[in-house]
């Protein structure tokens, strides 16, 4: 169970609701909500402790060192990774991924070399590896889904040869909600000899992550998708890999000796930490997990796919609705179409209500194909929405198909 005064911990609603235009925030799929020990927790780092971090001789920069250390051990124990140095600070899951496809990739992969995907993937996770193709000539396949928006595991048994060389999913679909067997695809990359690299950012926010449970090599988030600020994200590596891949970037920081022509370079996780970090967004996401932890990832897990199991069951009851989510594995996250109106017109009709969705094809392109649409609407609830915001959809969506759908307009008329 969550405390169910968890609004109040985040300004933005109280702030709306004074202006006289209550928000009913149900786009955090694609960021979510600052809790005021976030908010505050950047306001005291840049009044009392900010200096460069890892440079400085003098008190003031061992602080921020220390603080800035401690964030990286935190989002280390928040995954369970099995050490600090396996966590890498970067500026979003998409940072992430790409340092994978860039530093592993283009380092590892030659042509006819195998990377395995899926059809449910976020453009962070098969733009890069199409660079990452194009310059290695090495070849991408896909793990197909089935009609109730789950992975085929059957298909990726079939796409596995000894020619695959890694295979990256994301954990949870931004668009459908279905939460993928990532410990059971691991299993099977690992048989074949691939790494595993897992696209967290819509898992950490949202349910129990445990790497080493998982057993992935690599698993990407973004700290702005739970509770933390933006401009800040990581990247978990299993350690031994780390330790032989190139730079992602190079500059202050990361190296060990530097001479005219050539350099060496610092242990991970400094490999890949190029220039001045982003110090506060790092001690902001501590802040974040510190309060996450307190709720409980398990209860917000819960909250999660109950409310999400309420929304689609209420939003059933609209007429004309398509709704994208599997029967059985769901998280908070919504897509649906309604017939005869746009998903823009219905973010439009649905902002005049003050109920912030997404409208598009949420950076999923290949997936919208799949599903034989050009864009989707997407309710994407979290642990500060509640029932009565899935009221105020569902109504609001009645709304839309009374303006749009012909028939109701012939009988307004
Ligand atoms: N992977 C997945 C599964 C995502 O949902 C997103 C962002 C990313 C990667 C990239 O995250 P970023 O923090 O680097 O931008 N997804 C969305 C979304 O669904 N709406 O806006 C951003």
């Known amino acids: 169970m969550i405390r ?16 006289g235009k209550p928000l009913i925030y149900l786009d955090s799929a694609a960021t979510t909500q600052k ?11 840049y009044s009392q402790f900010n200096a460069n971090v890892h440079r400085g001789t003098y008190e003031l920069s061992q602080i921020a060192t220390d603080i800035y250390e401690e964030a990286r051990s935190k989002a280390a124990h928040f995954i369970n990774a099995p050490q600090p140095e396996s966590i890498i600070f970067t500026r979003n899951a998409t940072e992430s991924l790409n340092l994978i496809a860039y530093a592993w990739g283009l380092n590892s992969l030659k042509e006819g070399d195998e990377v395995i995907l899926s059809e449910m993937e976020h453009h962070s996770n098969l733009v890069p590896w199409h ?5 290695t000539g090495a070849v991408l396949k896909f ?34 909600g279905t939460i993928n067997p990532v410990k059971e695809i691991t299993a099977l990359a690992h048989e074949a000899g691939a790494i595993s690299i897992v696209d967290g950012a819509q898992s950490a926010p949202h349910i129990p992550v445990d790497v080493q449970d998982i057993g992935c090599d690599f698993y990407a988030f973004s700290g702005h998708k739970m509770c933390g600020p933006t401009g800040i994200g990581a990247l978990y590596g299993r350690y031994d890999i780390l330790e ?14 530097v001479f005219p022509t050539t350099s060496n370079y610092a242990k991970p996780p400094y490999t890949f930490a190029a220039g001045t970090p982003n110090i506060s967004g790092a001690i902001g996401l501590k802040a974040a997990i510190d309060y996450l932890e ?31 989510r599997p029967h059985t594995t769901g998280t908070g996250v919504i897509s649906f179409t309604i017939d005869n109106v746009h998903p823009h017109d219905i973010s439009t009709i649905l902002d005049s209500e003050g109920i912030a969705i997404r409208a598009g094809h949420h950076c999923a392109q290949p997936l919208m194909r799949k599903l034989q649409v050009q864009s989707t ?6 642990l500060y929405n509640d029932k009565s915001d899935v009221e105020a959809l569902a109504s609001a969506l ?13 009988v307004v008329k």
């Open 398 to 410: 009645e709304k839309s198909v009374s303006i749009f759908s012909p028939r109701r307009i012939n």
């Open 294 to 324: 307190e709720i409980g990832l398990k209860d917000i897990e819960e909250y999660e796919m109950s409310l999400g199991d309420y929304a689609a069951h209420r939003l059933a009851e609209v007429e004309g609705i398509h709704i994208f």
């Open 4 to 19: 169910n005064n968890i609004k109040s911990d985040f300004p933005i609603f109280s702030y709306w609701e004074s202006r």
């Open 35 to 45: 809790p005021l020990r976030v908010i505050s927790t950047l306001e005291e780092y």
């Open 377 to 382: 609407a997407r309710a994407s609830f979290y």
């Open 244 to 257: 032989k891949m190139e730079p992602f970037l190079g500059g202050g920081e990361m190296i060990n000796e």
């Open 131 to 135: 660079i990452i193709a194009r310059h």
């Open 143 to 176: 793990i197909r889904m089935n009609g109730d928006y789950l992975l085929d595991l059957e298909s990726l048994k079939k796409n596995l040869t000894r020619k695959t060389k890694a295979v990256s999913v994301v954990h949870v679909s931004n668009v459908l």
